[in-house]
């Protein structure tokens, strides 16, 4: 079954410098990537997602990059905020129809 | 807007103890997921549904079940409590907005188990 791996566990930057997170996942047949950002004592929301058919997907500060070929994705968060502070899931899925397998997570942590 | 209710917020509860967490959402979505996580951690799913009597285990579903007798309703219900079932636990819709397909989360149960 699909496996999805997620790094580093923990992530320290300065405010104002630069985070990125990647995940790697096993299944060819994947084709959607959420990533999932979750605030201390909140619930999971989506930030932002991609689809395979698509390289990359920007969003203000945030952007995701996708190869296909070596099976990875990237979260990256420019000009970091303290509000941007939480804990980062990604996920891949080969659909609506299907669940959403998850990594483990990352820390963000971003010193002022 | 959609919206997933959960209840309760808060729980202790004596090991043994038969216990059900209810999950209710507002807008006819399908599918539905239950998960526990441990606070900052893994999400773990437990159980999913893909509409009115059909229910799925993940990979943590020993030792609780699940019913959707009514779309809005998804109750997981914990046979015999453990300490070690302590954690929170979270329901979420899956919708579809655009091309996106989101995982949309209920605020959680937090539940103790003594």
């Known amino acids: 079954g699909e496996n999805v791996e997620q790094h580093p566990s923990t992530l320290s930057v300065q405010e104002g410098d630069s985070a990125v997170i990647k995940c790697t996942y096993s299944?060819?047949?994947?084709?959607?990537f959420p990533w999932y950002k979750q605030e201390l004592g909140k619930r999971p929301q989506l930030i932002i997602d991609i689809r395979s058919n698509v390289g990359e997907k920007k969003d203000q500060r945030i952007a995701v990059t996708l190869n296909k070929t070596a099976k990875h994705f990237s979260l990256h968060i420019t000009e970091t905020q303290p509000e941007d502070s939480a804990v980062y899931f990604c996920?891949?899925?080969?659909?609506?129809?299907?669940?959403?397998?998850w990594g483990a997570g990352t820390k963000l942590i971003i010193k002022p | 807007e959609a919206d997933i209710y959960q209840t309760p917020r808060y729980l202790v509860i004596g090991t043994g103890k038969k216990i059900t967490l209810e999950c209710s959402q507002t807008m006819g979505h399908d599918k539905m997921y239950w998960y526990q996580q441990d606070p900052g951690m893994e999400l773990h799913l437990i159980h999913y549904s893909y509409g009115v009597n059909s229910t799925e285990k993940g990979d943590l579903s020993s030792e609780s079940t699940v019913s959707r007798i009514r779309t809005e309703h998804f109750p997981l219900t914990l046979e015999s409590a453990r300490p070690s079932h302590t954690s929170q636990y979270l329901c979420?819709?899956?919708?579809?907005?655009?091309?996106?397909?989101?995982?949309?989360f209920g605020p959680g149960t937090r539940l103790t188990v003594t």
């Open positions: 299944d060819s047949a994947s084709n959607y």
């Open positions: 979420a819709v899956g919708r579809r907005d655009g091309n996106s397909y989101e995982q949309y």
């Open positions: 996920a891949a899925s080969m659909g609506s129809n299907y669940q959403l397998i």
